[in-house]
């Protein structure tokens, strides 16, 4: 059996954040264009915004840009530099602590505004 490590936890959340951002941006141009058609579709998008669902989403999309760019960044520093290349474990961990502390702190001051 495989076990999953940090390298593949690495990846495999690599791949579904990026999924996840670009299903958002699917969302938010349909919404965008919803909201174009007037001020009642404008105005029911809006409060549709303000729903704890949306929220709460809002909230895991930063999760997932925080994560992905984070990693993205991991990943350009150890294609490109040879410290990197030898230190990726402790950068998967650090990727991994400065994704979750940003994330928290984020989240908090994201869900304490007001909608």
């Given at each position: 059996?495989?076990?999953?490590?940090e390298?593949?936890?690495?990846?495999?959340?690599?791949?579904?954040?990026?999924v996840?951002?670009?299903?958002y941006?699917?969302?938010?141009?349909?919404?965008?264009?919803?909201?174009?058609?007037?001020?009642?579709a404008?105005n029911?998008?809006?409060?549709?915004y303000?729903?704890?669902?949306?929220?709460?989403?809002?909230?895991?999309?930063?999760?997932?840009?925080?994560?992905h760019?984070?990693?993205?960044f991991?990943?350009i520093?150890?294609e490109?530099t040879?410290?990197?290349?030898?230190?990726?474990?402790?950068?998967?961990?650090?990727t991994?602590?400065l994704?979750?502390?940003?994330?928290?702190i984020?989240?908090?001051?994201?869900?304490r505004?007001?909608?």
């Amino acid at each position: 059996m495989y076990k999953i490590k940090e390298g593949m936890l690495s990846w495999l959340l690599h791949k579904i954040t990026g999924v996840a951002i670009v299903a958002y941006l699917i969302i938010h141009i349909w919404s965008m264009a919803k909201m174009s058609k007037g001020p009642e579709a404008f105005n029911a998008v809006i409060e549709t915004y303000k729903t704890t669902l949306f929220r709460a989403g809002e909230v895991l999309l930063l999760g997932a840009i925080l994560f992905h760019g984070l990693n993205g960044f991991r990943l350009i520093l150890a294609e490109f530099t040879a410290w990197a290349s030898k230190r990726h474990k402790l950068l998967i961990y650090l990727t991994y602590v400065l994704a979750v502390v940003l994330f928290i702190i984020g989240g908090w001051f994201m869900w304490r505004a007001e909608g």
